[in-house]
């Protein structure tokens, strides 16, 4: 099924043409009034330029008028081989197509409500015929019955068109023209967007990248280094100030010798608090008890550090890179 992109905003069709898997680019003059585009002919001529194929309107109150004004803009520039001349249905108008299509033009003949008048419109020749079904629905007809009926039409006699799904008001539209059979479908651009979306595929998708990341991503890359180190010397008021400057919930305490004397973490200031009072912040750090920190390799993964973090039930992993220190890893860091 040919994809068109339904629309004259220029910031859209850029987007919508970056896809790079378009057939082209339908357009409306009431689009174009809307979007408030003055030169129509220069809009066209500009539009021409960044799509494959370029649908636009031919009008006129007669057949002579319709195939003066297609060749009007042949002769502006358009091309031929690229462009769709859109001809509302009407006696007049299947006349103009007929006439353009001996002359080896292409032509949409669209505002179709009714099977005879795409009937009308595929004896014509017309290259598309265009099944508005957002409007037919809007006033209470059964416009899919009207898809399907000029699609097995065109199947049962062999016509050449192909038939245009059009009015698409939202991503179920989609849907019913591809059931449908339907040649080809004109979306809007807020439609369009919308047809890959899907909460299973972004929930699965989420959850890819976030295994990706815990196998590909070292503990070195998220190891916080800067300012996460204070002397024993210090007191757990200086700790607490480190902690609140660097944004980390816990600081390592070096002894004056050399060495590392402990872990300092918000878990245990909130402890002492509870169990001491606010005295306990003028403490030296050398005061507190010592222990060896719970610790992994820069080198180790993520997924290696989820486990290292279950394991030894902490919220604070020293991170070492062979004989030193590199910092601290944080379980948030890692959740």
Same mark, same amino acid.
């Given at each position: 099924?040919?994809?068109?992109?339904?629309?004259?905003?220029?910031?859209?069709?850029?987007?919508?043409?970056?896809?790079?898997?378009?057939?082209?680019?339908?357009?409306?003059?009431?689009?174009?009034?809307?979007?408030?585009?003055?030169?129509?002919?220069? $809009?066209?001529?500009?539009?021409?330029?960044?799509?494959?194929?370029?649908?636009?309107?031919?009008?006129?109150?007669?057949?002579?008028?319709?195939?003066?004004?297609?060749?009007?803009?042949?002769?502006?520039?358009?091309?031929?081989?690229?462009?769709?001349?859109?001809?509302?249905?009407?006696?007049?108008?299947?006349?103009?197509?007929?006439?353009?299509?001996?002359?080896?033009?292409?032509?949409?003949?669209?505002?179709?409500?009714?099977?005879?008048?795409?009937?009308?419109?595929?004896?014509?020749?017309?290259?598309?015929?265009?099944?508005?079904?957002?409007?037919?629905?809007?006033?209470?007809?059964?416009?899919?019955?009207?898809?399907?009926?000029?699609?097995?039409?065109?199947?049962?006699?062999?016509?050449?068109?192909?038939?245009?799904?059009?009015?698409?008001?939202?991503?179920?539209?989609?849907?019913?023209?591809?059931?449908?059979?339907?040649?080809?479908?004109?979306?809007?651009?807020?439609?369009?967007?919308?047809?890959?979306?899907?909460?299973?595929?972004?929930?699965?998708?989420?959850?890819?990248?976030?295994?990706?990341?815990?196998?590909?991503?070292?503990?070195?890359?998220?190891?916080?280094?800067?300012?996460?180190?204070?002397?024993?010397?210090?007191?757990?008021?200086?700790?607490?100030?480190?902690?609140?400057?660097?944004?980390?919930?816990?600081?390592?305490?070096?002894?004056?010798?050399?060495?590392?004397?402990?872990?300092?973490?918000?878990?245990?200031?909130?402890?002492?608090?509870?169990?001491?009072?606010?005295?306990?912040?003028?403490?030296?750090?050398?005061?507190?008890?010592?222990?060896?920190?719970?610790?992994?390799?820069?080198?180790?993964?993520?997924?290696?550090?989820? $486990?290292?973090?279950?394991?030894?039930?902490v919220d604070t992993l020293l991170v070492t890179e062979g004989e030193g220190v590199l910092g601290l890893l944080d379980i948030q860091d890692v959740l």
């Amino acid at each position: 099924m040919e994809l068109y992109l339904d629309s004259v905003n220029f910031d859209e069709i850029r987007e919508a043409s970056s896809l790079g898997y378009l057939t082209g680019l339908t357009t409306t003059p009431t689009f174009m009034f809307r979007d408030g585009i003055k030169d129509i002919d220069g $809009a066209m001529l500009d539009l021409a330029k960044m799509v494959d194929v370029l649908q636009v309107e031919a009008l006129g109150n007669n057949a002579d008028e319709i195939v003066a004004e297609a060749e009007r803009l042949v002769a502006l520039g358009l091309d031929p081989a690229k462009t769709v001349f859109k001809i509302p249905v009407s006696l007049e108008g299947t006349k103009a197509c007929k006439r353009l299509r001996n002359k080896g033009l292409m032509v949409n003949l669209h505002l179709v409500y009714t099977l005879q008048q795409a009937y009308m419109a595929f004896a014509a020749g017309a290259t598309y015929v265009c099944p508005l079904v957002g409007r037919l629905q809007d006033q209470g007809h059964d416009a899919l019955g009207l898809v399907q009926d000029c699609v097995e039409v065109v199947d049962r006699y062999g016509y050449d068109s192909k038939i245009m799904f059009s009015s698409v008001r939202h991503a179920e539209h989609v849907k019913n023209a591809l059931q449908l059979g339907v040649h080809t479908c004109t979306i809007p651009w807020k439609v369009m967007k919308a047809l890959t979306e899907n909460h299973f595929t972004r929930i699965g998708t989420e959850e890819f990248v976030r295994h990706t990341n815990l196998l590909t991503t070292k503990v070195a890359d998220l190891a916080r280094r800067d300012d996460v180190q204070i002397e024993a010397s210090a007191t757990i008021l200086d700790a607490l100030l480190k902690m609140s400057r660097s944004k980390t919930g816990a600081v390592i305490v070096n002894k004056a010798e050399g060495g590392i004397h402990r872990v300092f973490s918000d878990g245990d200031l909130r402890r002492m608090l509870e169990e001491k009072g606010e005295h306990i912040l003028q403490t030296r750090l050398a005061e507190l008890e010592g222990f060896a920190p719970k610790s992994i390799s820069a080198a180790a993964s993520l997924m290696d550090a989820q $486990a290292r973090f279950k394991e030894t039930k902490v919220d604070t992993l020293l991170v070492t890179e062979g004989e030193g220190v590199l910092g601290l890893l944080d379980i948030q860091d890692v959740l």
